[in-house]
């Protein structure tokens, strides 16, 4: 989900893991659904600057708290 809103917003990895202070590698992990290592605030300042839905967001919570 977050790499499809990635590409929808037109930022690259690397762009995007600026953004949000963090190396390209830990995005890439975290897209492909590594969050063993993410942080709270790093995926909530994905949700933000993705401006991700609200519901995407809820299914997302619901699918990683599994």
Partial sequence: ???EY???NG???EELAELCDISWRNLFRIENG???YAKF???AK???ILKIPDNEI????KDTSK
């Fill in 1 to 3: 989900m977050l790499k």
């Fill in 41 to 43: 605030e790093t995926i």
């Fill in 58 to 61: 809820i299914k997302f919570i």
């Fill in 34 to 36: 590594n969050y063993r």
């Fill in 6 to 8: 990635r590409i929808k």
């Fill in 11 to 13: 930022y690259t990895l």
């Fill in 46 to 48: 994905l949700f933000i």
